[in-house]
């Protein structure tokens, strides 16, 4: 499950995704986009994939922007994407799950204020989205909106990204 306070995210065991809560950027992923307060009050499924595996939504103020996982490592984004926050290489909203690139070594994802994180199989880390205080861990303040990596480090296992203003939790092995 996740929520970003605009919306709801939740994966079943037999790996369907659903949504509910405010479609504000399409973040609801139904390949449309309703001006708040409108939305959808019970949840829906997104597409038809039974391959979703992890799931996590952005937090911020406006913020309506989500990350999922599927089982063959490939990365999905879709909602706001004002700061790059998708992914997408662009500042483009997605009103329904779009991959990001075509790498398919994906581990886990995690998407907070204004910025997500990713680690590979290979233990590698990448961030990307808003790096307004360096948040992004590359050494600069640069806006990156496609996944760039994290030094040269390969033993990463976690990364968490919690509401508010730059609240970032990793874990190295």
């Known amino acids: 499950r996740s929520n970003s306070g605009y919306n709801t995210l939740a994966l079943k065991t037999d790996g369907t995704l659903w949504a509910w809560g405010v479609n504000q950027y399409g973040g609801l992923g139904q390949n449309s986009i309703s001006p708040a307060p409108n939305g959808i009050s019970s949840p829906t499924q997104i597409g038809t994939g039974t391959d979703w595996s992890d799931i996590s939504s952005g937090s911020y103020d406006t913020t ?71 948040d992004l861990g590359v050494n600069n303040r640069t806006l990156y909106s496609s996944p760039t990596q994290i030094g040269t480090d390969t033993n990463w296992i976690a990364s968490s990204l919690r509401g508010g203003h730059n609240s970032v939790t990793i874990m190295r092995s």
């Not at 879709?78 to 991959?99: F, I, K």
């Not at 581990?107 to 907070?112: E, F, H, Q, W, Y």
């Not at 233990?123 to 205080?133: A, I, P, Q, R």
């Open 64 to 134: 309506n922007s989500n990350i999922a996982l599927k089982t063959n490592g490939t990365i999905w984004t879709w909602g706001d994407n004002q700061g790059g926050y998708l992914g997408q290489n662009n500042r483009t909203q997605y009103s329904s799950p779009t991959q990001v690139g075509t790498s398919t070594t994906w581990s886990t994802v995690s998407m907070g204020d204004r910025k997500a994180y990713g680690i590979k199989t290979d233990g590698t880390m990448w961030s990307w989205g808003y790096n307004t205080y360096g």
